[in-house]
Structures are given as structure tokens and as C-alpha cells.
């Protein structure tokens, strides 16, 4: 990622996007009212308290750094600190699925399992699954959801492709956070549309982490199934289905930048 683009890609953004009043579409507008804008509910304090505790933990955990390609060893501390998800990201995951109410959610990289948590710990009801192709890290979480007990989330060790060619299960909410680069988004995004439930949402993150990102996503959204994309700078939400209008939405998130930091 290189700070100064992302930087003003997202001072770009912040001008150019809207709030809910800019947006006539009902859907949207109660989407960014009760959900992207609202300030509850957010993960439980065991979830946000039991990932800020990992910020101390200095266990080295082994295997496949999917970035660099080789294998690595990297403390679950600086896991903790450099690739889980911000506070306020995963409050919005955990509003997402909360407003949305899936009963199935597939997560392309799961990392220490801080997102999977946050999305899991709405209803117990809901079957989550991750993957993860990092084995010490998808064991460690795989512990950790069982120490905060959320038995209806499990992660998969498995590379992304490996798991999207094996299965057939389908999805109501599919999260893709990992390998955001160009030809491996468009990859993914062309196996996990087949995956999706009818009137399910795809969700990718970091749309502005690179160049080959921000081209993957404008030209997932000139896909012909694409109708509703809503760009909120860290996330890119979507919806698939067939003859329908395409409306595309810029829409100003956090709504206040206070919320980034607190
Ligand atoms: C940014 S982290 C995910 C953070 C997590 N969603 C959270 O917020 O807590 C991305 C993860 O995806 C995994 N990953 C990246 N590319 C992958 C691939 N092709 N197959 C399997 N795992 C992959 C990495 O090992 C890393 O742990």
C-alpha cells in the first residue's frame, strides 16, 4: 500500500461522496440511516477487548506469509496490531450482518479471526465460515473463537482458490479481506458471485489498498450482474442480480473522522 496515493485517494473521496441526503434510493438511504450511520449495535466488549489483549501477545506463529509468498514466522502481537481489522471497520461488520440478516457468511481471510468474531458474535444462529491458508494462524483462530465462545464460526485452512474450487456450498454475505491486488480480486469475485445466495451482498475491503485494486473495482462494478455497489473508501459493498438498473453510490464513511480514532 502506498500511504501518500492511499492519503489522497482518501481526501478525494471524502469530497466527492455523499451522506444519506444526497441519496434518493429507499434502500440505500435506510441501509446508510440505520446501519453504515447508526452508532449501535457494536461487537460485544469481550470481542473488541479479547483482540486488544493480542496487542501483548508475543507468540511467534508459523507459516505462509500470502503477501510475500515465503514462509514466515510473525508474533500474534504484531498480527494483532498491523492486520486485523480497526475497531471501527469491524463494528461496521458486525452492523452489516446485524441490519442485513444473513444466515450464512463466507470470510476470505480471516487472519487471527477478529472480523469472523465480530460478524459471528450478532446471532448465534448465523453460520460463518473463514478461511485462512495460514495454518498456525487459522489454528490460533480457531482457539480464540472457542475461548470467546462462538461455536457457529470455524475457520478453513486452505488457500482461497483451493477452498472456492472444492465447494459448492452458497452464501448470504461473502467478505473478501486478503490478496488485494488486481488479477487475483477479479479471481476471486468471478468464483465467489457463483457462491452468492439470490439477493446476497458481496463485500470487499480495501478497495483503495492499490492500484490493481481500485482497477478491480471499477470494473466489478461495470459487470453486467452488478446492479447497487456502494463505495464507503474502506469497504465496497455489492449487489448481484439480473435485468436490474445499475446505481452506483459514494457515500461518505465513518460519518464523522472522530470515529476512525475512538
Ligand atoms: C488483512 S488479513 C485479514 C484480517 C481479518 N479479516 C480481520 O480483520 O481480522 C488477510 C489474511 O488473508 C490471508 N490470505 C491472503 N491471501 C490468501 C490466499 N490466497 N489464500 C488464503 N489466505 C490468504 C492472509 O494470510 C491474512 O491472514
Redesign the pocket.
Known amino acids: 500500500m502506498n500511504i501518500y496515493h492511499t492519503s489522497w485517494d482518501f481526501i478525494r473521496h471524502r469530497f466527492s461522496s455523499k451522506t444519506r441526503h444526497g441519496v434518493h434510493s429507499p434502500f440505500v438511504y435506510e441501509l446508510i440511516d440505520q446501519c453504515i450511520y447508526a452508532s449501535d449495535p457494536m461487537p460485544t466488549k469481550a470481542v473488541i477487548s479479547f483482540?486488544e489483549r493480542l496487542k501483548q501477545d508475543s507468540s511467534p506463529l508459523k507459516?505462509?506469509?500470502?503477501?510475500k509468498n515465503v514462509e514466515t514466522s510473525v508474533s500474534v502481537s504484531l498480527?494483532a496490531r498491523r492486520?486485523?481489522?480497526p475497531n471501527f471497520?469491524?463494528a461496521l461488520l458486525h452492523r452489516l450482518v446485524h441490519f442485513l440478516k444473513p444466515t450464512s457468511v463466507l470470510?476470505?481471510?480471516?487472519?487471527?479471526?477478529?472480523?469472523?468474531a465480530?460478524m459471528a458474535s450478532v446471532d448465534n444462529s448465523i453460520s460463518i465460515t473463514?478461511?485462512?491458508?495460514?495454518s498456525d494462524?487459522a489454528d490460533f483462530a480457531n482457539h480464540s473463537l472457542e475461548k470467546l465462545q462462538l461455536a457457529n464460526a470455524k475457520v478453513y485452512c486452505?488457500?482461497?482458490?483451493?477452498?472456492l474450487s472444492e465447494g459448492n456450498e452458497t452464501y448470504d454475505l461473502i467478505?473478501l479481506?486478503?490478496?488485494?491486488h488486481y488479477d487475483?480480486t477479479m479471481r476471486?469475485f468471478k468464483a465467489i458471485k457463483e457462491r452468492l445466495n439470490v439477493g446476497g451482498v458481496i463485500v470487499l475491503?480495501?478497495l483503495y489498498y492499490s492500484k490493481g485494486m481500485k482497477r478491480a473495482w471499477a470494473e466489478i462494478k461495470k459487470d453486467r450482474n452488478v446492479t447497487i455497489t456502494i463505495d464507503l473508501f474502506f469497504f465496497g459493498l455489492l449487489w448481484i442480480g439480473k435485468n436490474q438498473a445499475k446505481e452506483s453510490f459514494s457515500v461518505k464513511y465513518p460519518s464523522s473522522l472522530f470515529r476512525i480514532f475512538f
Do not use: C, R, T
Not at 507459516?63 to 503477501?67: A, K, L, P, T
Not at 473463514?130 to 495460514?134: D, P, Q, R
Not at 479481506?177 to 488485494?180: I, K
Open positions: 483482540f507459516g505462509m506469509d500470502y503477501g498480527y492486520s486485523a481489522m471497520q469491524v470470510e476470505l481471510g480471516s487472519n487471527l479471526g477478529k472480523s469472523l465480530a473463514g478461511v485462512e491458508g495460514n494462524v486452505a488457500a482461497f482458490d483451493q477452498f467478505f479481506d486478503g490478496d488485494h487475483p476471486y475491503h480495501d
